[in-house]
T-cell receptor, first 114, second 113 residues
């Protein structure tokens, strides 16, 4: 079974802090994704990566950046955390073979910015 | 613009009764449709997908979904609900412009004993 592990389940940070959210997958998937989940809004794509060192902006990249130095690890960075970035963050991975392959999600990181 | 809608924020069903969670979509080309489930304090899990072929798609945990092209719908169904089916359900459609998923807002399913 694919395992996608997010390093923190809960995080509390102060406004202006730099925040790192880490995600690791163990199935050699090339595609990785960061979403945020807010009630009533579903999932919104922040950034995604099709391979090491590659990154693409999603629908809401402002205020975020990402890093993919190794295939199994995809990090989301909040350069200067703000209260409107309080949310549930979900990492996902997908095998390369086709855009219709299922996404495999981590359990999420609930970030609170105060 | 491509979109997906889940018209019900919450659905309540008695255990043992059939359940339906509704999803409608709008796409410019052929629809590629997905259902995911999120149990409390967990990430999302894939349930099923429609790509082409039979309009009735079977998935995990006894769920199925019916694709209806004329009504642009992809409703999730199960003949007999279990309390353990209580969760948040998301419908998604593939965006043909960038191959990413467009997600519905989610429907909370509550199964009462």
């Amino acid at each position: 079974d694919v395992k996608v592990t997010q390093s923190s389940r809960y995080l509390v940070k102060r406004t202006g802090e730099k925040v790192f959210l880490e995600c690791v997958q163990d199935m050699d998937h090339e595609n990785m994704f960061w979403y945020r989940q807010d009630p009533g809004l579903g999932l919104r794509l922040i950034y995604f990566s099709y391979d090491v060192k590659m990154k693409e902006k999603g629908d809401i990249p402002e205020g975020y950046s990402v890093s993919r130095e190794k295939k199994e690890r995809f990090s989301l960075i909040l350069e200067s955390a703000s209260t409107n970035q309080t949310s549930m963050y979900l990492c996902a991975s997908r095998m390369t073979a086709g855009y219709n392959s299922p996404l495999h999600f981590g359990n999420g990181t609930r970030l609170t910015v105060t | 613009a491509q979109s997906v809608a889940q018209p019900e924020d919450q659905v309540n069903v008695a255990e043992g009764n059939p359940l339906t969670v509704k999803c409608t979509y709008s796409v410019s080309g052929n629809p590629y449709l997905f259902w995911y489930v999120q149990y409390p304090n967990r990430g999302l899990q894939f349930l099923l997908k429609y790509i082409t072929g039979d309009n009735l798609v079977k998935g995990s945990y006894g769920f199925e979904a019916e694709f209806n092209k004329s009504q642009t719908s992809f409703h999730l169904k199960k003949p007999s609900a279990l309390v353990s089916d209580s969760a948040l359900y998301f419908c998604a459609v593939r965006d043909d412009s960038n191959y990413q998923l467009i997600w519905g807002a989610g429907t909370k399913l509550i199964i009462k004993p």
